[in-house]
């Protein structure tokens, strides 16, 4: 899932929109990707290695990647707070309510004029992350192309953001004192329904097509490790998305529940890779699967939720009692007052997404160990196989083989790159006649 929608937006539903969107095969950094996989030697490698142009791109890119992320975080939280300090929400409301008469219109329309207000003062960072994808090769997407896919998340981040909002601002006025545990109640059931309508979300963006109108032969390949997995996604749900005319990047993933469950590959990562490797990846996004990452990272993430939501709740709370006759804010329930929960939201969120990714990057490396393992049988060499396939996906996403500590703990909701190839490079459970820890051969 991109992360174009607006903060606010994101911060709300994060935890709805992250879980399916954090089992992808692409690597920690948020921004999309680029360059063509590097030419990789018929040697044998056991590092993630860079060289030249694409080493020197990848540590730039990496440092501009990490200096915008922060600019946004503060940029984000300056705006709610100048929004409410200036007086804008009060005068906001006030319109609104001059507007309609209806309580749920008045709602309605001060959360959409907020989301647009957000996305507008957000559309520099927005654009200045696009420029700097463009210029470094890893998007090679169109301005009207890009303009486009804005506006699919911005009609998402309207409708579902604003009725996101005004559900919550409603549970904040019918119980003044436990909304956070309610709020934090119905978040579980909203997760779970993100999660089955994410593969159709997916669809509003890009051209899904049947893998085995492009790659029937590869197609055949992800029947063997189907059967091997035991995941049950049949040949009917194995789809390519074309993306090549917007990215250099490689990916692929696993998505949806039950009956919507399905493999994507994008066309980058079917055109570009050796179908072993195309096999790892796919063995490792089953892994997620067969292991059930989805539903346990649901419920650990929900019980980080509760105390994110418990935190911004106090924090909110705080900000509003000091606040509130200054800034001429509506009690705590008005949608003035239920803004300062949003300002606290964006606060606690800043230490709820680095916790969720402690949970994640546990996840990411034992889906590694599964793909690894998953593969054994399929593949002459599963240990290059995984090397060279970590290889190609940090040099298509420009992905630095030395990370700054503090960013990867902070922002990234997979191991680097550098530290997943290092593992599978010595990953050999079988040998010495040893068996491995999913698959007995
Ligand atoms: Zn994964």
């Not at 990047?249 to 570009?272: F, L």
């Not at 000091?322 to 606290?344: D, I, M, P, Q």
Request: with cysteine; proline share 5%.
């Amino acid at each position: 899932m991109r992360k174009t929608l607006p903060p606010i937006v994101l911060l709300l539903s994060m935890f709805l929109l992250s879980v399916g969107a954090r089992l992808t095969a692409q690597p920690a950094s948020s921004a999309p990707a680029t360059q063509p996989a590097a030419t990789q030697s018929q040697t044998a490698q056991d590092s993630y290695q860079l060289n030249g142009d694409t080493l020197r791109n990848a540590i730039a890119i990496t440092r501009i990647h990490h200096t915008v992320a922060l600019v946004d975080i503060a940029w984000g939280i300056l705006t709610l707070w100048l929004f409410l300090s200036l007086g804008f929400a009060t005068r906001l409301e006030r319109f609104c309510q001059s507007r309609f008469h209806l309580r749920f219109f008045q709602g309605a329309l001060y959360y959409t004029l907020l989301i647009l207000i957000l996305t507008v003062l957000e559309l520099p960072i927005t654009l200045y992350n696009f420029h700097v994808d463009s210029r470094f090769g890893i998007s090679v997407q169109t301005w009207p192309s890009w303009f486009r896919d804005q506006g699919i998340s911005l009609a998402l981040a309207l409708t579902v953001g604003a009725l996101l909002m005004l559900l919550f601002n409603w549970i904040v006025r019918k119980s003044p004192r436990r909304y956070w545990l309610w709020g934090w109640l119905i978040a579980g059931p909203l997760m779970v329904f993100t999660i089955v309508v994410s593969p159709y979300l997916a669809g509003l963006y890009d051209k899904i097509e049947p893998l085995d109108q492009h790659h029937a032969e590869l197609a055949t390949k992800l029947e063997a490790l189907v059967a091997r997995t035991g995941t049950n996604i049949p040949r009917s749900r194995m789809y390519i998305a074309l993306l090549g005319a917007k990215s250099n990047g490689i990916n692929a993933y696993v998505a949806g529940m039950g009956s919507t469950k399905r493999m994507v590959i994008w066309d980058t990562t079917a055109t570009r890779l050796p179908d072993d490797e195309i096999l790892f990846i796919m063995g490792h996004e089953s892994g997620h699967y067969v292991l059930h990452h989805l539903p346990k990272m649901i419920m650990l993430d929900f019980f980080i939720v509760l105390i994110g939501f418990w935190l911004t709740a106090k924090l909110g709370e705080w900000i509003h009692s000091r606040n509130a006759s200054k800034w001429k804010l509506g009690e705590y329930s008005s949608r003035s007052g239920f803004t300062v929960l949003l300002l606290a939201l964006s606060i606690v969120g800043q230490f709820i997404a680095p916790t969720m990714n402690v949970v994640s990057r546990h996840f990411e490396h034992e889906a590694d160990v599964y793909g690894q393992e998953a593969i054994h049988s399929l593949v002459t060499n599963p240990q290059q196989t995984a090397v060279r396939a970590f290889n190609a996906l940090g040099a298509a996403w420009l992905e630095d083989p030395n990370p700054n500590p503090f960013f990867e703990f902070w922002f990234d909701s997979h191991p680097s790159v550098a530290d997943r190839t290092k593992f599978a490079a010595h990953y050999d459970p079988w040998a010495n006649g040893g068996h491995g820890r999913f698959f007995a051969k």
